[in-house]
């Protein structure tokens, strides 16, 4: 595992990386999306900005989940299927640093904007044993899990890929509990130990730059939770 660069300490810097957690979890015989404070407080999410959920079955085969099967409801979005891998993603939308503070516009509506960029997040949940979770769902940012994590306990280390649809993405912040760990290398993979009993939640992200009139970057987030064996 790389040490975090420069550019990856200002990708994490306040008002750049995303201050909410969005991630997937089982409920009962499906699955359940939420926003808002991982461990902590639920927000209310917004079912129009939830854009995607992907369903991978035992042998790793990908669908699209169609919007209209899944249930919204004021903080969570029920999934009611069954799944070895899934993935939902939420557009968070475009933000924009002012002399005031931040707005939830684009540069060319925000006045006097500094700095503007779009937030794009990813959230994954694996089923620990299936042959299905270190294959690649194809998501715009996703953490495949390089090796089985069947038996793996909190103190254990777990190789973990990022990738981009498909390919390797160096340089990409892992973290877990919103403190950075280090930077994938070359081959977009990352040693992590792990620290939590139960589930455990691993997040990476990564910035690119758009130079667009509605912002300067692109902030992707991907997180990926799965149980870790007690």
């Known amino acids: 595992m790389r040490l975090l660069s420069t550019a990856a300490a200002i990708l994490i ?44 079955d035992r042998s790793g085969a ?25 993935s939902a993603f939420h557009h968070s939308g475009f933000y924009s640093l002012t002399p005031d503070g931040e707005v939830n516009l684009p540069r060319n509506k925000a006045e006097n904007a500094v700095k503007a960029w779009e937030s794009r997040q990813f959230a994954k949940w694996v089923e620990v044993g299936s042959p299905a979770i270190t294959r690649p769902l194809g998501d715009e940012l996703e953490i495949v899990p390089a090796t089985d ?26 973290a877990v509990d919103h403190k950075p760990l280090g930077e994938t290398d070359s081959a977009g993979e990352v040693r ?26 692109l902030v992707l987030e991907a997180s990926l939770a799965f149980e870790v064996a007690r």
């Open 13 to 56: 810097a306040p008002g750049i990386a995303s201050a909410h957690d969005f991630w997937v979890e089982r409920g009962g015989d499906a699955f359940v999306v939420r926003y808002g404070h991982r461990g902590g407080e639920v927000l209310a999410i917004e079912g129009a900005k939830v854009k995607a959920v992907r369903c991978a």
């Open 62 to 86: 990908a669908r699209d989940i169609p919007i209209a099967q899944l249930g919204f409801e004021p903080k969570e979005v029920k999934v009611p299927v069954r799944c070895d891998a899934i």
């Open 149 to 174: 994590l069947s038996g793996r306990k909190v103190g254990d280390k777990v190789t973990l890929k990022v990738l981009s649809q498909g390919k390797p993405v160096a340089g990409a912040i892992v």
């Open 192 to 217: 992590v130990r792990l620290r939590s009993p139960g589930v455990e939640s691993v997040s990476a992200s990564v910035r690119r730059s758009v130079k667009t009139p509605e912002a300067d970057d």
